[in-house]
Structures are given as structure tokens and as C-alpha cells.
């Protein structure tokens, strides 16, 4: 059936124009390099959503309110047709816009009554949005059904009394009491930055009446699973979707019960809508993970992101279809050693547009169904957000010199950027040039990485270094943008960037990936000191007298590490969140998957395997620290426990080795709120300017 196309009327845009405040900062006269400030008070565009005709898109733009320490998230929507126009907001807090399958209403995602979030619709010819959802708890993540009936939201409920109501009663009366202690007889007993509260996130459907209310009550999809959807911490409406005739939800989860800590184990199931039948796995088979269920056009076939091996939560994602009649099974891409980070269908079905991190860069590519063959769309920079529509494919795109902005991509056209948001915020601001520089590293095997030139180069002139380390360890520090560690603030504190791609590294290829493993203090450490020189041989604006290492999450384990095993190079160490004692770790950290799996795999336990675990253990080597370092480690931070970061404080200040401890009660493992990161960066600029001169 051919969908009947509707432009979304020029009143419609004309009126949330004139309710939506058009307030701008001025541009700034003069130019200036990139700061902090300008790092947390810049506005952030993400969540893209194309109406189904292709003429309008709904954003998200987040707003750091300083004042009282916030961020504001907002939907605007942008009338595609004329694209230079300033996207326009709906009043009132937003977040995740969707738009009914007619494109004639989009659903959004608002707490503004100052309760729970629910969802609501904004219309033409309302002045005001609608509240759609009435229930007691917040609604986490939601879709609408593809015939525009039904709801598919996401609730945390205890599974024992699944009806929202009850939870909301639980919750009240657990509230009520007066006792604060808990009790645990099995894990997780906290995860990411929470404690557990014996919730789950259960999948429901809501019928929508005629008037476009939700019924009740809601219909449970997960009835009794012992696993959340969308997953923790972070997923979201990827992990489930729906048929194209509203019949059936798919959705993936790890239903592992007392084993959810050690396992990765998630499997695709599909269930009614209506929920009249028990959910069924269709992945069974596959004890790894299976993610990000996507049902083709025709409703004939679906696909997902598959890993093999159990345990490793960084293995490579494969792309893998079923035929849901037959139930026949196949991976597509099995001679393309890329690691596929998400995936939607053309509206076609003959071609999967899939992003995968691939040299530095997370690139579009077109991945034929039949054939397997792939063909890469987008060149530099970091594309996620991918949609495909009756216009052309659009994207969002950030790089190391720009946040995130909205690009369209034309049959046979070059890439065009719709959006300029921040536009006034960037207009006096200087980023600062970066190249991509490759070096032979460990076992003569080539490594990358990026250097990022400092403000005010001059020639002749040689600058201070910060040596950057990223985390994961299987992540990488490429093409992209990033609001926690940005290179172009060091660069405009006028220093110059060193980051390398050590083994390990995400987007080179699965075995260059999995060499990491059990080796996080030899070869990961060798391309950094191997990578160090290549620098400094190739850009000869690098002080290498005049440096410092800094890192986070396994940057900062490998900062520590650096302290006892390379600190020659080096003035001063940043130490964000870094493993200390390799074997207490082991111990402590809340995802048990992997530490066992970075020392030798499943079952590989502190207990089992101590030598493990004191291989490469920064604590034992704390005898020849010398170097001055700031520890800084976050109270809520359950990943890699404050206690991690004390102890390395502990033993500087008892060595008798300059040093300075923040810690950030409120914080997790990463540092949000506003104000906090401005002390974060304000912190290390210090702190570099003590060292290194600048």
C-alpha cells in the first residue's frame, strides 16, 4: 500500500514559531579559542527524526541552564524544505520526538508537569501539547505502532507485581519508611551510578483511542522475565521495535537471572501486541549477544547485531537476518572485519544502512542484503542518527572541529548540513587543525593516531604536550566531537594533542581489537611510547620536554601504569577514574563480564587466577612513582569505585610525590552536571599550567 504523503502545513510551523522564544546570543566580535565554558554551555543537538514524507525533522537540543546548575532539553522542529531557517521549539521541556506514521502528529517524551515523564503529541491546530500516557511511573522509552494505533512503552516495574500500579504503591511505601537499609541476596547489587532497587524494564502496550489517549491498562509484554528492556544503563528504543503491521514487538534482552553479572547473553524475542502469548526467543541458539532488532519493509525479514563469543562485550557485531517464516538464519557480512554500531533497513528492504567505526572515523556505509557486498556513503568525521526516507538518507555528524549538526545525503548528490545549532554560540570561536598520523607499532603492525595543533601556532615555535589515552580499553579517540574529553580544549589552552589508537582500538579490525585482552600493560603501552616518538619526529612544533598524560576509565588505569613503567617523558599525570589495584578491581566492579574476560575469559575470577590480575597491576609498581599527578574519581562512580582513585591518592601522598585529589560525590563515572565540569576543567588547567608552563 502506498502511504498518501503530507507536508506538514506552513501554519503549523508559523505557529510554534510565534509560542517558541526566539532569543539568540549574540555572535561574539572577536575570535577566541574553544574553552571550557564554551564546551559546557554550548547547545547540543541529538535524536534526529525525519517525518515520513521527508519535509520536516524533530530535534532535540539540550540547553545548559547555569544558573541553577541544569539541562534543558527541548524538540524543534525543522521545515527541510528550507533548511537555512532556524529550527523552531515547542514550548516546554521535550525530549525524544517520534512522529505518528502520517507525519500528521509527533509524540514527545515531558515530565513539565513537574511529575512523571509521560508521553504526549503536539497537532496543527493545538495550541497547546496533549498528554497522551497517564501512568503512575515514568514512561523510560516508547514507540508508536506503524498503523498509528498503539503505544509501546518501556516502565520500571517490579516483576513480582508487574501492574504499574502496584509498583507505584511499592514504591510510596518503601518510601514512606522509615529504615534505609537494603537488603541483597544476589547481584547486581548496583550497576553504573544506582543502587538496585529490584525494578526491571518491562516492555507494555497502550491502545490509543480516538481522541489519541492511551487506554488502561497496560498490557505487560515481558510478563515474569527476570531482564530489562531497554537494557542498563544505557539503552533505549533500539532494543525493541515493531512489526510494519503493528502485530508483533521484538524486542532484545538478557533474561540470565542470577548470572546477569557475568553474562552478555542477550537474545532477540518476539511477542504479540497484544500480549495474549508468552514472548518467544528467537535467538536461543546464540549464547553472546544479539542486539537492535529491525524488522524489513515488507515484514518478511528480520535482522540484527550479532557476536559470538560469550563474555565479551567487545567482540564484533555482525550483521545476521531470519526469514520469520522459515526462521532460516544467516550472517550477511561475514568477510567485512568491521564491528557494525547500528543498522536500519532502506525503504526498499535491499540494503541495510549500518554505521561502523572504520580508521578513526564511525562511517556510513550501504550493506546489500543479498550480496553482503558494502559500500561505504559518508567519508570523515562521526555519523550516527542515520534515517532513510522519502528524500534521501540524513544523518547527524560531528568531527573533532564540530558538534553534532544534521546532513542530508541525495541520490547521487554530495553531502549537504542542514543545521547550524550553536550557530551564534561557535561564530567567535577558533577550532584548531588536526591530522590523522600513522606509525609502526606493536608487532610491526600499523597504528594511528591524531594530532591536534595548539592555538596561536607559530613557526619555529615548539608547544607544551597533552598526551591524551582513551578508555574502554576497546574505544578509540577519532574523528569525533565529545563533551567530556575534547581535545580542542587543551588545544586552546595552547597546547598541542597527541592521541593514539593503541592495540585495542575499536575500527581497525576485530584482531587488532582483541589483542588487548590480557595484555593491557605491554602492548598497548608500547604503541603509546612507540606512537610518542612518531609525534614528535613528524610535527616538529611538539615540546617533548614540556608533556603530560592524561586519561580516564582505562586511560586512567594506564596513566597509573605509566607512573611505575614509562614516566620519563613526563611532567605531570591526570588520572580520571583509573584502575588502581588491577586485583581489587576484579572484586568490586559491577559488570564482572569484564574483568574476567580482560584477564583470560569466562571464569577467569580474581580468585581463580590471581596471577592475572597482579600481571599488570599498577599497585604493585607504586615503589618507583615519581611523577606529580591529580587524581580526580567520582563518589557514584560503581564501574571503577572511588575507592580506586583514594588508594592511588594514598600512596603519592605517602611517597611524599606532589599531588591533588577532587572527588565528586554526586558524580558517576563520568562528570555532568554544569558547574562540576567547569571545576573538573578549570582543576587540570591548573594543574597543567603549574607543570608545564602555558
Known amino acids: 500500500m502506498t502511504t498518501r504523503r503530507y507536508r506538514l502545513p506552513a501554519a503549523l510551523f508559523a505557529l510554534w514559531a510565534a509560542m517558541a522564544a526566539m532569543t539568540p546570543a549574540q555572535a561574539r566580535l ?123 512503552v518501556s516502565l520500571a516495574v517490579f516483576p513480582d507485581a508487574e501492574a504499574p500500579d502496584a509498583t507505584r504503591a511499592r514504591l510510596d511505601a518503601r518510601h514512606a519508611a522509615k529504615a534505609s537499609g537494603m537488603v541483597f541476596d544476589r547481584l547486581f547489587v548496583r550497576h553504573w551510578d544506582e543502587w538496585a532497587d529490584g525494578t526491571r524494564n518491562h516492555l507494555f502496550s497502550l491502545v490509543l483511542d480516538a481522541a489519541g489517549q492511551a487506554s488502561k491498562p497496560a498490557v505487560p509484554l515481558m510478563p515474569g522475565f527476570d531482564a530489562d528492556c531497554p537494557t542498563k544503563p544505557f539503552g533505549d528504543d533500539a532494543d525493541f521495535t515493531l512489526s510494519p503491521d503493528g502485530g508483533t514487538v521484538f524486542f532484545s534482552a538478557r533474561n540470565a537471572g542470577r548470572s546477569e553479572p557475568w553474562s552478555t547473553n542477550f537474545d532477540i524475542y518476539s511477542v504479540p501486541v497484544g500480549g495474549h502469548r508468552a514472548p518467544v526467543d528467537l535467538t536461543g541458539s546464540n549464547l553472546a549477544w544479539d542486539a537492535e532488532p529491525k524488522v524489513s519493509p515488507d515484514g518478511h525479514t528480520l535482522a540484527w547485531r550479532a557476536q559470538k563469543r560469550p563474555g565479551f562485550e567487545a567482540d564484533r557485531f555482525a550483521v545476521m537476518v531470519m526469514d520469520l517464516v522459515t526462521r532460516a538464519t544467516r550472517e550477511i557480512d561475514p568477510g567485512w572485519d568491521r564491528s557494525v554500531s547500528s543498522l536500519s533497513w532502506s525503504p526498499d528492504g535491499r540494503t541495510l544502512d549500518v554505521t561502523a567505526e572504520d ?156 589483542a588487548i585482552s590480557n595484555h593491557w600493560g605491554d602492548r598497548p603501552l608500547i604503541d603509546l611510547q612507540l606512537g610518542w616518538k612518531a609525534a614528535l619526529a613528524q610535527f616538529d612544533w611538539l615540546d617533548g620536554s614540556r608533556a603530560c598524560a592524561l586519561g580516564a576509565s582505562y586511560g586512567g588505569y594506564m596513566v597509573n601504569w605509566i607512573a611505575g613503567n614509562w614516566s620519563q617523558p613526563w611532567r605531570c599525570l591526570v588520572t580520571h577514574d ?63 569505585p572511588l575507592e580506586q582513585g583514594l588508594a592511588a591518592f594514598d600512596a603519592l601522598q605517602r611517597r611524599g610525590i606532589e599531588s591533588r585529589l577532587l572527588v565528586f560525590p554526586d558524580e558517576n563515572h563520568w562528570v555532568l552536571k554544569p558547574a562540576n565540569s567547569l571545576q573538573w576543567h578549570d582543576t587540570v588547567e591548573a594543574w597543567l599550567k603549574v607543570h608545564l608552563g602555558r
Do not use: C
Not at 514524507?53 to 540547553?63: M, P, T
Not at 502528529?105 to 495550541?127: D, E, I, K, N
Not at 590480575?613 to 606529580?628: H, L
Open 578 to 640: 583509573g584502575v588502581f589495584d588491577d586485583r581489587m578491581m576484579g572484586f568490586s566492579t559491577e559488570e564482572l563480564w569484564f574483568a574476567e574476560w580482560e584477564h583470560g575469559g569466562p571464569g577467569h575470577t580474581p580468585w581463580n587466577d590471581p596471577a592475572g590480575y597482579e600481571r599488570f597491576n599498577p599497585a604493585k609498581r607504586v615503589a618507583t612513582w615519581r611523577v606529580p599527578q591529580l587524581i580526580i574519581h567520582s563518589g557514584r562512580d560503581y564501574r571503577i
Open 30 to 152: 572577536t575570535q577566541h579559542p574553544f574553552t571550557a565554558r564554551d564546551l559546557v554551555t554550548l547547545d547540543r543537538l541529538s535524536d534526529a527524526q525525519i517525518a515520513p514524507d521527508g519535509h520536516a525533522a524533530a530535534l532535540e537540543i539540550r540547553h545548559t541552564d547555569l544558573p541553577h546548575n541544569r539541562a534543558r532539553h527541548a524538540v524543534a522542529l525543522l521545515d527541510l524544505a528550507h533548511p537555512a531557517t532556524r529550527p523552531v521549539e515547542l514550548p516546554g521541556d521535550a525530549s525524544s520526538p517520534r512522529w505518528s506514521p502520517d507525519g500528521r502528529v509527533l509524540y514527545f517524551l515531558s515530565s513539565r508537569h513537574g511529575g512523571t515523564a509521560q508521553v504526549w503529541r503536539a497537532a496543527p491546530g493545538h495550541a497547546a501539547a496533549i498528554e497522551v500516557t497517564h501512568l503512575p511511573v515514568d514512561v523510560q522509552a516508547f514507540a508508536v505502532s506503524p498503523d498509528g494505533h498503539r503505544l509501546v
Open 359 to 514: 580508521v578513526g572515523q564511525l562511517r556510513l556505509f550501504a550493506l546489500d542484503v543479498q550480496s553482503g557486498r558494502v559500500t561505504p556513503l559518508t567519508g570523515d568525521g562521526h555519523v550516527t542518527d542515520v534515517r532513510d526516507v522519502a528524500h534521501g538518507l540524513t544523518y547527524l555528524r560531528d568531527a573533532l572541529d564540530s558538534p553534532a549538526q544534521l546532513w542530508r545525503l541525495l541520490p547521487g548528490g554530495a553531502p549537504e548540513q542542514l543545521t547550524h545549532v550553536g550557530a551564534a554560540q561557535l561564530a567567535g570561536l577558533t577550532m584548531q587543525p588536526f591530522r590523522q598520523f600513522a606509525f609502526t607499532g606493536w608487532n610491526h603492525e600499523t597504528v594511528h593516531g591524531y594530532v591536534v595543533q595548539p592555538a596561536g601556532l607559530q613557526p619555529g615555535h615548539r608547544y607544551p604536550v597533552a598526551f591524551l589515552i582513551h578508555g574502554g580499553p576497546q574505544g578509540s579517540f577519532g574523528d569525533g566531537w565529545s563533551y567530556r574529553w575534547n581535545p580542542q580544549f587543551y588545544a586552546g589552552l595552547g597546547y598541542g594533542v597527541v592521541m593514539i589508537d593503541f592495540h585495542g582500538s575499536t575500527g581497525y579490525g576485530q584482531a587488532f581489537t582483541d
